[in-house]
């Protein structure tokens, strides 16, 4: 990932930071500054709690490129309790035993190793609330 790409996306893959409306107060993630509800400019920002629930979920055993080694995974479909849908990568929950409509936090782990030096690239997982 080149180092311009890394910093733009900062705040999204650490912060889940994303969008609301000022028209009609749509929370929006990721950034699109149009908004998908009333197609008005939507450039404020809106940081989210990172709490939601399991919306629905599958175990990759086939990974694409870069991520080989760390398969098998589970990616959930996240509902944040602000109203979006997130994909993530489910974390502390054994592959096969996650359950939709668990509440889960985000959390932010290391994605992958990236590049031919290896620079750690971490973003935001989810994992179950204890």
Known sequence: ???SRYWRLQQQRYGLVGEQCPHCEEKIFP???ICP???QDAKQPYVFSGKGEIFSYT????PPEGYEGYAPYTIA???LEEGPLVTAQL???????AEIGTPVEMVTR???EDGPKGQLVYGYKFRPVL
């Open 59 to 62: 175990t990759v055993y086939d």
């Open 110 to 112: 290391k994605l992958r």
């Open 1 to 3: 990932m080149e180092i």
């Open 37 to 39: 509800n009333c197609a």
């Open 31 to 33: 950034p699109r500054d």
């Open 91 to 97: 974390t502390d929950v054994d592959n096969g035993k």
């Open 77 to 79: 479909l996240i509902k």
